[in-house]
T-cell receptor
Framework: DAKTTQPTSMDCAEGRAANLPCNHSTISGNEYVYWYRQIHSQGPQYIIHGLKNNETNEMASLIITEDRKSSTLILPHATLRDTAVYYCIVRERGAQKLVFGQGTRLTINP | NAGVTQTPKFQVLKTGQSMTLQCAQDMNHEYMSWYRQDPGMGLRLIHYSVGAGITDQGEVPNGYNVSRSTTEDFPLRLLSAAPSQTSVYFC????????????????FGEGSWLTVV
């Protein structure tokens, strides 16, 4: 079963920051939070992952709350090409799989 | 650097036929896996391998076989195709098993669209 809860869909204006929330209230101490996205009909694309600290890379920032029960993916300057389904994933400890739930369908509007 | 390459991209099978979906990666990755994605659904793990000669089952392994004779290749075999296996199949790889520092970035192929009639 998916261990995360995400909104089904979100909209964001082009050029603005897109903030995608994710709840993972049952996360345990050593479990990472991963974010992937899937642009229509393509293979999923890795975005970022984190454990406790906030993380930033060339694509996005990941903000994890202090209690680790939720996180937010931030796309700082969204473009039309960021329209995709975004998956927040918590991997079960020791499991060699990522469980992709329904994700959030993010639409960037001109 | 081609990344993860899947073939064929599209295939139509008749019920009962067998076929092999090919997956190759040129990144010297130890970990490889196969997922399927049904319309409007998330991906589900079929089989995975943490290295040459080692394979294991995922969530939905029934009706599929895999082998890992080389580091580069991880073919997925459908033994006797059924309409329920109509799906998009994604192969993925990472440098090391998930959860290790270099295993957290997984690279996916572009998908193979399979229709069983």
């Amino acid at each position: 079963d998916a261990k995360t809860t995400q909104p089904t869909s979100m909209d964001c204006a082009e050029g603005r920051a897109a903030n995608l929330p994710c709840n993972h209230s049952t996360i345990s101490g050593n479990e990472y939070v991963y974010w992937y996205r899937q642009i229509h009909s393509q293979g999923p694309q890795y975005i970022i992952h984190g454990l406790k600290n906030n993380e930033t890379n060339e694509m996005a920032s990941l903000i994890i709350t202090e209690d680790r029960k939720s996180s937010t993916l931030i796309l700082p300057h969204a473009t039309l090409r960021d329209t995709a389904v975004y998956y927040c994933i918590v991997r079960e400890r020791g499991a060699q799989k990522l469980v992709f739930g329904q994700g959030t369908r993010l639409t960037i509007n001109p | 650097n081609a990344g993860v390459t899947q073939t064929p991209k599209f295939q139509v099978l008749k019920t009962g036929q067998s076929m092999t979906l090919q997956c190759a990666q040129d990144m010297n990755h130890e970990y490889m896996s196969w997922y399927r994605q049904d319309p409007g659904m998330g991906l589900r793990l079929i089989h995975y391998s943490v290295g040459a000669g080692i394979t294991d089952q995922g969530e939905v392994p029934n009706g599929y076989n895999v082998s890992r004779s080389t580091t580069e290749d991880f073919p997925l075999r459908l033994l006797s195709a059924a309409p329920s296996q109509t799906s998009v199949y994604f192969c993925a790889s990472s440098y090391s098993p998930i959860g290790t520092p270099s295993g957290n970035t997984i690279y996916f192929g572009e998908g193979s669209w399979l229709t069983v009639v």
